[in-house]
């Protein structure tokens, strides 16, 4: 009983990493906007303001609104020729190609078999990763046929935030942080150390705890605290190794040095 013990503390500590990832800061923008909803690798950055998605080029901006439909849930410029908009008060998810002209618009109250959805993320082809709060199961949906290509089994607690690539979907709830690969098998499932939200770049995975971040070692399997001054920070965001903090008068870039 003794050797049980010892090992299940054994578990729980590890999962932190006992090196820091350092940062080097790069610069300091004045910026405004209630979030960023991404900055690309060619600097372009997609913000929303006044409930409208703005996409700030270096040459041209183009701005997108949809007043009914209500506040904007949440907007994902992962694919920047398909960017998803979702509307959880309308349960509708809108997606817009690279001048924010409509695609499509996904009512999921009007579909065959009825979803309630909280989360909406950009996967690959024509198709969206949903989180159905009913059921709470994570379900890869081709919004084109309106076919479900696969579904998980359902989470044991509250879904926090979802995010996801052409490749893979990750899920934090209260409990575990799950990674589900695109046939909608399970990759991994890790507890959940008091994360609240998560940010992916390039299949690296960040998450966000009492305003530090955190980088998940997927080799080692633990969380790698992330040296970062001390700001008032409202959002980070990572792309291609940049680590950006906002907040909220300023956009600081730093340099991870991994």
Same mark, same amino acid.
């Given at each position: 009983?003794?050797?049980?013990?010892?090992?299940?503390?054994?578990?729980?500590?590890?999962?932190?990493?006992?090196?820091?990832?350092?940062?080097?800061?790069?610069?300091?923008?004045?910026?405004?906007?209630?979030?960023?909803?991404?900055?690309?690798?060619?600097?372009?950055?997609?913000?929303?303001?006044?409930?409208?998605?703005? #996409?700030?080029?270096?040459?041209? $901006? *183009?701005?997108? /609104?949809? !007043?009914?439909?209500? +506040?904007?849930?949440?907007?994902? =410029?992962?694919?920047?020729?398909?960017?998803?908009?979702?509307?959880?008060?309308?349960?509708?998810?809108?997606?817009?190609?690279?001048?924010?002209?409509?695609?499509?618009?996904?009512?999921?109250?009007?579909?065959?078999?009825?979803?309630?959805?909280?989360?909406?993320?950009?996967?690959?082809?024509?198709?969206?990763?949903?989180?159905?709060?009913?059921?709470?199961?994570?379900?890869?949906?081709?919004?084109?046929?309106?076919?479900?290509?696969?579904?998980?089994?359902?989470?044991?607690?509250?879904?926090?935030?979802?995010?996801?690539?052409?490749?893979?979907?990750?899920?934090?709830?209260? #409990?575990?942080?799950?990674?589900? $690969? *695109?046939?909608? /098998?399970? !990759?991994?499932?890790? +507890?959940?150390?008091?994360?609240? =939200?998560?940010?992916?770049?390039?299949?690296?995975?960040?998450?966000?705890?009492?305003?530090?971040?955190?980088?998940?070692?997927?080799?080692?399997?633990?969380?790698?605290?992330?040296?970062?001054?001390?700001?008032?920070?409202?959002?980070?965001?990572?792309?291609?190794?940049?680590?950006?903090?906002?907040?909220?008068?300023?956009?600081?870039?730093?340099?991870?040095?991994?």
């Amino acid at each position: 009983m003794k050797t049980f013990i010892f090992f299940i503390f054994f578990v729980s500590f590890s999962t932190f990493g006992q090196e820091s990832i350092e940062t080097t800061f790069v610069s300091k923008t004045p910026f405004d906007a209630e979030s960023i909803v991404g900055i690309d690798n060619f600097g372009t950055v997609y913000f929303i303001k006044h409930n409208t998605l703005f #996409k700030l080029e270096e040459n041209r $901006n *183009y701005s997108y /609104s949809n !007043v009914q439909y209500g +506040k904007i849930t949440t907007a994902n =410029s992962f694919n920047p020729l398909k960017i998803t908009m979702f509307y959880e008060d309308f349960n509708t998810a809108i997606i817009l190609d690279n001048r924010f002209a409509e695609i499509i618009k996904i009512d999921f109250n009007m579909l065959d078999v009825y979803r309630n959805v909280s989360f909406v993320s950009t996967a690959n082809d024509n198709a969206l990763w949903l989180f159905n709060q009913d059921n709470q199961q994570l379900e890869l949906f081709n919004y084109k046929s309106n076919n479900t290509l696969a579904t998980t089994l359902p989470t044991q607690s509250e879904a926090l935030d979802l995010i996801s690539n052409y490749n893979y979907c990750w899920i934090l709830t209260e #409990k575990f942080l799950y990674k589900y $690969n *695109y046939f909608g /098998s399970l !990759v991994y499932k890790v +507890k959940n150390e008091g994360f609240t =939200s998560i940010i992916e770049d390039n299949e690296h995975v960040y998450l966000t705890k009492e305003n530090n971040l955190y980088y998940f070692n997927e080799t080692e399997q633990v969380f790698q605290f992330i040296k970062t001054p001390e700001l008032l920070t409202k959002q980070f965001l990572v792309t291609n190794e940049t680590l950006y903090i906002y907040d909220s008068k300023n956009l600081h870039k730093f340099q991870l040095n991994k």
